[in-house]
């Protein structure tokens, strides 16, 4: 049974800093990752899709990495700004999708 | 409206009525789908539609009746539902169920049990 994790579950950072999510995933039988944006009671909005095949995906600020063999995936924040305050989802497509259970950021002015 | 819509936004509702959600998709997709997100634990999926018919029920309590009358609109009628039922209720859509692009995601339901 594919199990994700997300670790931390929160994180509070000063506003400018560089941040790492991180994504763990049990099995590697999967067609992608995602990572999601949620802001609170809000729907989920799609950052960046990285397909099984691919190393990297990179819009803006973020930059999502996956290695499929080791069940890993990281999500990189730069110049972290306020509005970049939300809760973090991974999910990977196994022919539906799995999430993790995020990480909620914070970013202080 | 563009995206996915969901009304009402907020639900509050006792343990004996009957209320029902509503899923709105205006981006031409084939498949819609019901999440639910529970304080504390991942989201989970509920139901699968694609081209109105019902592909996935993921064991889901029969208390959660989906209705899909075309591949633009998507309910889940709710009666007597328990506490422990209190969650935000999540609608998306894609392409087609067995593709493997994004889902595009409502802004979600509260809902509350008394």
């Known amino acids: 049974k594919q199990e994700v994790t997300q670790i931390p579950a929160a994180l509070s950072v000063p506003e400018g800093e560089n941040l790492v999510l991180n994504c763990s995933f049990t099995?590697?039988?999967?067609?992608?990752l995602q990572w999601f944006r949620q802001d609170p009671g809000k729907g989920l909005t799609s950052l960046l899709l990285?397909?099984?095949?691919?190393r990297e995906q990179t819009s803006g600020r973020l930059n999502a990495s996956l290695d499929k063999s080791s069940g890993r995936s990281t999500l990189y924040i730069a110049a972290s700004q306020p509005g970049d305050s939300a809760t973090y989802l991974c999910?990977?497509?196994?022919?539906?999708?799995?999430f993790g259970q995020g990480t909620t950021l914070q970013v202080k002015p | 409206e563009t995206g996915v819509t969901q009304t009402p936004r907020h639900l509050v509702m006792g343990m004996t009525n009957k209320k029902s959600l509503k899923c709105e998709q205006h981006?031409?997709?084939?498949?819609m789908y019901w999440y639910k997100q529970s304080a504390k634990k991942p989201l989970e999926l509920m139901f699968v539609?694609?081209?109105?018919?019902?592909?996935e029920n993921n064991s889901v309590p029969s208390r959660f009746s989906p209705e899909c009358p075309n591949s633009s609109h998507l309910f889940l009628h709710l009666h007597t539902l328990q506490p422990e039922d209190s969650a935000l209720y999540l609608c998306?859509?894609?392409?087609?169920?067995?593709?493997?692009?994004?889902?595009?995601f409502g802004p979600g339901t509260r809902l509350t049990v008394l």
């Open positions: 998306a859509s894609s392409q087609d169920w067995r593709s493997t692009d994004t889902q595009y």
């Open positions: 099995d590697s039988a999967i067609y992608n």
């Open positions: 990285i397909q099984s095949s691919q």
């Open positions: 999910a990977v497509h196994t022919g539906k999708l799995i």
């Open positions: 981006l031409g997709h084939n498949a």
């Open positions: 539609y694609n081209f109105k018919e019902q592909t």
